[in-house]
C-alpha cells in the first residue's frame, strides 16, 4: 500500500464528502448540540458516514479515527483520521471558511494528509517527504521573521474554562504582532500558514481530528509544528503551535509563558 495510493483515496473520498458539504451549505440548517457551544449538523454525520464507508470498503481492517463517534482501534499500524466537517459554527452561519480533514498515519506518524475547502475549491494535501500542494502548486511557509510584519492566527476551545490562560498570549501578539484572526478552522487556518498566508498559528483543546492533516501539511511545506513548549507534534497534544522556522522562536517564547492545560 504506497503513500501516494493512500494520499489519493484520501482526496477521492475529500471531493465525494464536499458534495454533502456543498449541498447543505446554502441552506437553512438544524444545528443540534453535542456539548454547549460544540454544534453538529446532518451534514459532519453524512460527510463522516461516506467518508468511513468509502475507507471500510477500500481498506478494511484499518482503524479509523472520525469526530463524529467512529471509532475503530484495533492496533491495526494504519489509522486514518478524520474531520469530516472543520468549522461547524462557520457552517452554520454560511462563512465559507470549512474544510474536510483526513490524515493517515501509519505506525504512529502521519504519511499523508488532506484539507479540502468544498466552498471555495481549494485542496490543500502532503504526503511525508514528497511536500506540500496547494491545487496541485507547490506551496511554502512564508519568509517573514519580523513579528511587525507577521500574522497570527488562533481559534478558542468550545470548552470555556481557561479563558484567562487563552487571553495571556493573545494580548502580547496583539501588542508586538502586525494582526491577529481568528478564522473558524483549525484546519484552514493551518493550511494558510503552510501558503504562507500567515507566520503563526496556536490553539489549545484541538483534538486529533483538527490537526493531524495540517501538520503535515505546514511541515511539508518547510514549517514547524510542535506543542506550546516546544515538545514534539503529536495529534493527542492538548496544545499546537505552528509557524515558519523564521518567527517560530519568537512565537514559542510567548507560548511557553501559558500554564500547561
Ligand atoms: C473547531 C474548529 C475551530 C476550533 C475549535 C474546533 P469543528 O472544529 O476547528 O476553529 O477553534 O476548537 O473544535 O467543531 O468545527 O469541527
Ligand atoms: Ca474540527
Ligand atoms: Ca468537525
Not at 511536500?131 to 502548486?137: E, K, L, R, V, Y
Not at 509544528?225 to 515538545?231: H, T, W
Amino acid at each position: 500500500m504506497s503513500q501516494s495510493g493512500l494520499l489519493s483515496f484520501a482526496k477521492k473520498c475529500a471531493l465525494y464528502a464536499g458534495e454533502i458539504i456543498r449541498e447543505g451549505f446554502n441552506r437553512v440548517k438544524k444545528v443540534d448540540f453535542k456539548g454547549i457551544g460544540d454544534p453538529v449538523t446532518e451534514f459532519d454525520r453524512r460527510s463522516e458516514e461516506l467518508i468511513v464507508g468509502a475507507i471500510r470498503k477500500e481498506y478494511p481492517g484499518h482503524d479509523i479515527l472520525g469526530e463524529e463517534a467512529t471509532d475503530i482501534n484495533t492496533g491495526y499500524g494504519i489509522r486514518w483520521i478524520i474531520d469530516p466537517l472543520d468549522g461547524t459554527v462557520n457552517f452554520t452561519h454560511s462563512i465559507p471558511l470549512i474544510a474536510i480533514s483526513i490524515a493517515v498515519e501509519v505506525e504512529g506518524k502521519i504519511k499523508a494528509g488532506v484539507i479540502y475547502n468544498p466552498i471555495l475549491n481549494d485542496m490543500y494535501e502532503a504526503s511525508a517527504g514528497n511536500g506540500a500542494f496547494h491545487n496541485g502548486q507547490p506551496i511554502r511557509v512564508s519568509g517573514i521573521s519580523d513579528p511587525e510584519k507577521a500574522l497570527v492566527i488562533t481559534g478558542f476551545p468550545y470548552k470555556r474554562d481557561r479563558v484567562d490562560e487563552i487571553m495571556k498570549p493573545m494580548k502580547t501578539f496583539v501588542e508586538k504582532y502586525e494582526a491577529f484572526r481568528r478564522l473558524g478552522s483549525a484546519a484552514i487556518d493551518m493550511a494558510y500558514i503552510a501558503c504562507g498566508m500567515g507566520e503563526v498559528f496556536y490553539e489549545e483543546g484541538l483534538k486529533p481530528w483538527d490537526t493531524a492533516a495540517g501538520s503535515l501539511i505546514v511541515t511539508e511545506s518547510g514549517g514547524i509544528v510542535s506543542d506550546y513548549y516546544g515538545g514534539e507534534y503529536s495529534p493527542e497534544n492538548s496544545t499546537i503551535l505552528a509557524a515558519n522556522p523564521l518567527i517560530y522562536s519568537n512565537a514559542l517564547e510567548i507560548m511557553k509563558k501559558v500554564p500547561k492545560p
